[in-house]
Nanobody, 123 residues
Framework: QVQLVESGGGLVQAGGSLRLSCAASGRTFSSYAMGWFRQAPGKEREFVGA???????YYADSAKGRFTISRDSAKITGYLQMNNLRSEDTAVYYC?????????????????WGQGTQVTVSS
């Protein structure tokens, strides 16, 4: 079992930056891939990006060039650095963990989820 807790959300003006954290407890987080998803009001949850167990990273088109995913050397905490934020980035952001190899982009590939953190970008 892996427990995940996100933090770092908040209110930011368009063009600003936020860094979200995903703290893991339970089994060794390094054995899991970590994904980031978001859900805007009235919309389905969508993939943002993910980092595999070996460190490979994949981003959704909406995140490329603005968002950066990383994890600390102990692989206990994951991060989502978001720059040049836009109003359309407003959503609840979730981190998720998967024991599978590679980078998953679908929700069903991730059995473990955090509670989410709200990001609001004002224009």
């Amino acid at each position: 079992q892996v427990q995940l807790v996100e933090s770092g959300g908040g209110l930011v003006q368009a063009g600003g930056s936020l860094r979200l954290s995903c703290a893991a407890s339970g089994r060794t987080f390094s054995s899991y891939a970590m994904g980031w998803f978001r859900q805007a009001p009235g919309k389905e949850r969508e993939f943002v990006g993910a980092i595999s167990r070996s460190g490979g990273i994949y981003y959704a088109d909406s995140a490329k060039g603005r968002f950066t995913i990383s994890r600390d050397s102990a692989k206990i905490t994951g991060y989502l650095q978001m720059n040049n934020l836009r109003s359309e980035d407003t959503a609840v952001y979730y981190c998720a963990a998967s024991p599978k190899s590679g980078v998953g982009t679908r929700e069903y590939e991730y059995p473990y989820w955090g509670q989410g953190t709200q990001v609001t970008v004002s224009s």
